[in-house]
């Protein structure tokens, strides 16, 4: 999975010939331990070919700077804070209970929902979501000739800070949304 699209691109793995570890070896093994690995996976790489020199080699100093598969994701997200002013963070926040919900089938478990991207058309909110579209930390999907967005990955809303603050300051409003649901 991670092997040949790399090749195909001309791309290398650093090698460490003190513990004689390849940067392959160390993302196999901390992706076998995520579910749906795929979209950080893809996330993690695409942003570590970005950051290659000349050289062409996806480095181990890259990979835990950026925080290794799940780190480059929180970062990422976590970057909204400098990145928007107050305005346009309010309003995405406003709207987040479209993406964020709990499922009753797994004892209130967070999930990230699919919802139309006119819930967030028209609003001071729309940098935010072409911003995480752009960062891939939001997928698109057309179906129905409608436009659908998600997140790419629960971790994003268990790990960073920014929608860990939203959910914990709106549990009783996902709750609400939840029952109305069922």
């Known amino acids: 999975i991670v092997n040949k699209p790399i090749s195909a691109a001309g791309i290398s793995f650093e090698f460490n010939t003190n513990s004689y570890e ?4 160390i993302i196999i093994s ?13 996330h993690t790489l695409n942003q570590m070919f970005c ?5 062409n080699e996806l480095k181990f100093d890259t990979y835990y700077e ?20 107050d305005t346009e963070i309010n309003s ?5 209970h479209y993406l964020i919900q709990f499922t009753p089938e797994k004892n209130n478990k967070l999930f990230c929902a699919k919802v139309e991207i006119k819930h967030f058309q028209g609003s001071h909110s729309e940098g935010i979501i072409s911003y ?5 930390l939001i997928q698109t999907e057309i179906f129905d000739n409608k436009s659908f967005i998600s997140f790419i990955h629960e971790s994003l809303l268990e790990e960073s800070q920014f929608f860990k603050s939203w959910i914990y300051d709106n549990q009783l409003n996902l709750s609400m949304i939840n029952e109305i649901h069922t």
């Open 51 to 55: 950051e290659t020199g000349e050289e």
């Open 132 to 136: 995480l579209i752009d960062a891939h």
């Open 22 to 25: 390849s940067l392959n070896d």
């Open 92 to 96: 995405f926040r406003n709207k987040l």
């Open 66 to 85: 950026n925080g290794g598969l799940i780190g480059s994701l929180i970062n990422k997200a976590d970057e909204i804070y400098t990145r928007f002013n």
């Open 30 to 42: 901390e992706a076998q331990n995520i579910g749906n690995v795929l979209p950080i996976l893809s």
